[in-house]
Nanobody
Framework: QVQLVESGGGLVQDGGFLRLACTAF????????MSWYLQAPGKEREYVTA????????DIADAVKGRFTISRENPKNTVYLKMNNLKPEDTAVYYC???????????????????WGQGTQVTVSA
């Protein structure tokens, strides 16, 4: 059974940092792309970033480029989202998602992902 478990969320001040982790179970982790999405209060889920199954190729949304970084440790079945210089507008629930295959050439489409975690709350105070 596929399961994705996010952790690392919390309350942080404006300008602070967090590292989210998503540990995967139930599938060959090193075979699939992984991604992170966020959902702010009252808004649609938004793409943040994705990484290829090897970790060699990444893609990131313009809104967080230069502040957020995705990485993965395949031996630990874990993908990370390092978030620096956090802003109040980054406040959201962050979800990791398993790709259907390797990294798509359009990784921002949610249809490229077939399993989602339960999410972890990130709150950035002004």
């Amino acid at each position: 059974q596929v399961q994705l478990v996010e952790s690392g969320g919390g309350l942080v001040q404006d300008g602070g940092f967090l590292r989210l982790a998503c540990t995967a179970f139930g599938f060959p982790f090193d075979t699939f792309a992984m991604s992170w999405y966020l959902q702010a209060p009252g808004k649609e889920r938004e793409y943040v970033t994705a990484v290829s199954y090897t970790g060699a190729v990444t893609d990131i949304a313009d809104a967080v480029k230069g502040r957020f970084t995705i990485s993965r440790e395949n031996p630990k079945n874990t993908v990370y989202l390092k978030m620096n210089n956090l802003k109040p507008e980054d406040t959201a629930v962050y979800y990791c998602a398993k790709g259907r295959t390797s990294l798509s050439n359009r990784p921002y489409f949610s249809s490229n992902y077939d399993y989602w975690g339960q999410g972890t709350q990130v709150t950035v105070s002004a």
